[in-house]
């Protein structure tokens, strides 16, 4: 199924979708490897020049492939046999597509820095239904990388995700209404993690995928992502239809957690919590984060949204420094530009997602699936 969306200019993009038909873990991963090769093995090579162009150090992306294929294989055994499948399916070596999936964890190895991303608000107006939005901010180059795919499982629960070609969750909804939102953090301790070890901790959208999995709210999923370590710092923020909202900001002796104020959870790319504040490096990159989030809370105001598109319209912004809404130079080259590559809303009532392939400029928030 392609759903069409307007683009910024005028322009049309779609949204891709594919709806999983078998099963078990391994099987799955071979029917959607089979019937996306070209998709994965341009992600694989994409990600193999955002690492080289990204390297502050000398980095051998065949050797942390392969230890990003054993820390899989040691602590997700299930993710492991549908990456495996994938890999089988889409004919490459598995310790390619265990990159895809450790993807966060490797380029906080080779540029701790990173750059501006995603922008995340949580509404919680009272008597009404969790609001939940997220831009998904990512380098141009893999503007073609990604699609939504809904999973069946055995027993009947069904998860939601978008993501990239490869990997096996980023954004998501489960059947029990408990929806992921994913932002990117960078922590000083992201370096020392695997300083002189090489050994790589969970990876963090294979965690996504995990309480999307097993999860029923967000009590839930707070447990689960506490009960691994982490190599690179990402905050997971979940919410559920009762109300439940909270972001786990994961990192290398962390975890923190941070919760609504006034009803709003506004997020960005820098620390919130006290256990993460001292070693965010978002002043590294650049001021755009916490532009992004003072903007986002300045024009919600004092009141608590209840729809999505109220969030989606103060989202609609496109300064030159700390934009929300991103759209890269085409006259330069694309491997390093960013750009919102997608805008997500998450009904945890209805359990679905509403996806626009682009910025929010170009949102219409019609469904593209129900779980």
Not at 6 to 35: C, D, K, N
Not at 171 to 200: E, P
Not at 244 to 267: D, M, Q
Request: charge should be negative.
């Amino acid at each position: 199924m392609l759903l069409s969306r307007g683009g910024y200019g005028g322009g049309m993009q779609q949204v891709r979708t594919f709806t999983s038909s078998v099963l078990e873990p391994y099987e799955r991963g071979a029917e959607f490897g089979a019937l996306h090769r070209g998709e994965i093995t341009r992600n694989v090579a994409a990600y193999r020049r955002l690492f080289a162009a990204c390297a502050t150090e000398p980095f051998d992306v065949g050797v942390w492939s392969d230890r990003a294929w054993r820390t899989i294989s040691d602590l997700a055994p299930a993710a492991a046999d549908e990456i495996r499948g994938i890999a089988d399916g889409a004919g490459l070596p598995v310790a390619e597509v265990a990159a895809l999936n450790a993807r966060t964890e490797l380029l906080a190895i080779a540029d701790p820095s990173g750059v501006d991303e995603c922008s995340t608000v949580v509404s919680l107006p009272a008597g009404g239904v969790p609001v939940a939005v997220q831009t998904w901010d990512w380098y141009d180059a893999m503007a073609d990388g990604w699609l939504h795919w809904t999973i069946p499982y055995p027993d009947g629960r069904v998860v939601s995700t978008v993501t990239e070609y490869g990997v096996l969750a980023k954004i998501g909804v489960s059947s029990s209404g408990l929806g992921v939102l994913f932002n990117m953090l960078h922590h000083t301790n992201d370096a020392a993690a695997t300083d002189g070890t090489g050994v790589l901790g969970f990876p963090v959208h294979l965690l996504s995928r995990l309480v999307l999995e097993t999860a029923s709210g967000v009590g839930e999923a707070v447990a689960t992502a506490k009960s691994v370590s982490t190599s690179a710092s990402t905050s997971l923020t979940l919410v559920d239809p009762e109300g439940g909202a909270v972001s786990v900001e994961l990192f290398p002796g962390g975890p923190g957690l941070v919760e609504a104020t006034g009803g709003v959870l506004a997020r960005t790319n820098h620390f919130l919590s006290d256990e993460g504040r001292e070693g965010c490096l978002a002043a590294t990159i650049g001021p755009g984060s916490q532009i992004r989030r003072t903007k986002i809370l300045a024009a919600l105001g004092p009141g608590v949204p209840g729809s999505a598109d109220e969030i989606i319209d103060v989202m609609r912004d496109h300064a030159e420094v700390g934009g929300i809404c991103a759209h890269p130079d085409r006259s330069m080259e694309r491997v390093l530009q960013h750009a919102t590559l997608a805008t997500v809303a998450i009904d945890t009532a209805q359990r679905s997602l509403q996806v626009t392939a682009g910025g929010p400029c170009a949102s219409s928030l019609r469904p593209s699936s129900r779980t």
